[in-house]
């Protein structure tokens, strides 16, 4: 850890941020170097909705996310307005630990388009059923991704 991170544990992270299997970092402005603290810690092995909407996470800290094996019962994620690209987005479909997760917000990031094409042939998120790209765009799983622009 650097001495630029606010955070120097993942005690003062989770604290107030907790609310049963629910761990709320909305517009905390986590770096990627402060996020490895909570994927260090056991601890997120009772997270299943992870909400860490307008972050600093960036593809790096995504790529981070995706390797982190604390993981595994994570059915929601949320990835709004953190700098991800397609390149972060390759590295989510490709996350051994995220077989559980079921819905993934990507809304305000940089993504083209090819990091989507990777989620929908992911073969290690067997249960993601539906995820938000852009304001209005939702992909749904059925029989096969269908994306419907919702006005």
């Known amino acids: 850890m650097n001495e630029n991170c606010r955070f120097k544990s993942v005690d003062e ?3 107030g941020r907790l ?3 629910q761990l709320m970092l909305s517009g905390k402005g986590l770096s990627a170097e402060e996020a490895r603290l909570l ?3 056991p601890k997120m092995q009772d997270i299943s909705w992870l909400d860490l909407d307008d972050n600093n996470l960036g593809d790096n800290g995504v790529q981070a996310l995706a390797e982190c094996a604390f993981l595994e019962n994570v059915q929601y994620l949320n990835l709004n307005q953190n700098s991800v690209s397609d390149e972060g987005l390759k590295f989510l479909a490709n996350a051994k630990h995220l077989g559980k997760l ?3 917000h990507l809304k305000g990031n940089p993504i083209d388009g090819e990091g989507i094409i990777y989620l929908f042939n992911s073969e290690t998120l067997v249960n993601l059923a539906t995820f938000q790209v852009h304001e ?3 992909c749904k799983k059925r029989e096969g991704w269908r994306y419907k ?3």
């Open 13 to 15: 992270i989770f604290e």
């Open 136 to 138: 209005g765009w939702t």
């Open 102 to 104: 079921k819905r993934l």
């Open 149 to 151: 622009p919702q006005v």
């Open 39 to 41: 994927w260090q810690t």
């Open 19 to 21: 609310r049963g299997n």
